[in-house]
Every structure is written in C-alpha cells, then in structure tokens.
C-alpha cells in the first residue's frame, strides 16, 4: 500500500509524517509524470488553495487528479485540500476540483480567531486535536454527505463516499487517528 500526497505547497510532510509513524509507505506528487506511480490513496495538504489550484493547472496534473478521485479514488484532505475539493465557494466564484458536494466559505474564523487550537470528536473518535490555521467552515453539504466532526455547531469534518475534507488540521501533533480512520474505514 502506498499513500500519494500532492507535494506543490503547503504542509505535505508533515501528512507523509504521520503515514510513516503508521508504518505506510508515501510518495510525492510534484509533477505530471508522478501521477503515474502506483499508489492507493490521495492527501491534499492544507496550505494556500489558490497557490495549489494554479500550480495544479500549469503543471497540467489538474484532469487527472481529478477524474482519479471521480474514479473512487480514495482521497483525504485538510484545510486548503477541502477548498480544492469543493463543488461551491461561498461568495467566490472560483471552483478548484469541484468534485465533493460541500459548500465552503474560505478564511471564515475571521483575523483574531483566524488560528486556534481544540480537540473534539471525530466520527465516534474521542478527543482528538484540531488545529485551525485561517481555516475554512463547511457552509452546507448535499444529502449523501456524511457529517464527522463540528464545532461549535459548525461543521468541520464531512465525508462523501470516497471523500474526506477536514477544515483543520488532524496532522499537526502526534495523534494518527484520523490518518487511521482514513486507511482502515476508506481504503
Ligand atoms: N486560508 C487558506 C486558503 O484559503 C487555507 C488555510 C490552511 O490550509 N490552513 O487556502
């Protein structure tokens, strides 16, 4: 089993950190001829999306990742990644990917609550740290998406069938069991 991360910014290694606390080989997507490696499984980091959405068009690796996830590839993301994945911006017209039914408002914890830090529950998993870094909200998700994590009455963690989008950052400390669920629950 091998785990892909996109590698064009933001905190790929951090992800590919936590796969291999878990014993699970990665590798790095930079380029048009890296999505030809074999792996089981997509990671799009958090970062900057715009920056990650522009250098998924020049570098030409935009299509095919996207029709991989069509496809049912398994794909998590957090932060900047849900923002990718998103049919629908809230007062933005951009759409990146555009493949998993959630509408997503970008920096929505506004300048002094831009950066905060909790723990909360994650599908049935107890106390797990959160990070948000100018963190996106989940605004409203179709009816075939499942809702996993919230706070404070908003939603944080959704999934749709082969889609896992997380506004914060389960990959910033020591605990893998997000990356667990995700390897034992959608692989
Ligand atoms: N604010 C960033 C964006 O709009 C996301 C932040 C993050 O990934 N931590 O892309």
Not at 55 to 80: N, Q
Not at 83 to 99: K, S
Not at 125 to 149: H, N, Y
């Amino acid at each position: 089993m091998r785990i892909a991360v996109l590698a064009l910014q933001g905190d790929f290694a951090e992800h590919e950190a936590v796969f291999h606390r878990l014993g699970i080989p990665t590798c790095q997507l930079r380029q048009k001829s890296d999505l030809e490696l074999d792996f089981d499984a997509l990671v799009l980091p958090g970062g900057e999306s715009t920056v990650q959405g522009k250098l998924l068009r020049e570098l030409e690796m935009f299509e095919r990742v996207r029709s991989l996830i069509k496809e049912g590839l398994p794909v998590m993301a957090t932060c900047a990644g849900s923002i990718l994945l998103a049919e629908q911006l809230l007062d933005d017209p951009t759409v990146h990917l555009g493949t998993m039914g959630i509408t997503v408002r970008r920096n929505a914890y506004g300048r002094q609550l831009s950066s905060f830090h909790t723990v909360g529950d994650f599908a049935g998993i107890k106390d797990v740290p959160m990070s948000f870094i100018r963190a996106p909200q989940i605004e409203s998700c179709t009816s075939d998406v499942e809702i996993l994590a919230g706070y404070n009455g908003q939603i944080t963690a959704a999934r749709q069938e082969n889609q896992l989008a997380m506004t914060f950052h389960p990959e910033l400390g020591t605990d893998c069991r997000i990356a667990e669920y995700f390897l034992s629950e959608m692989l």
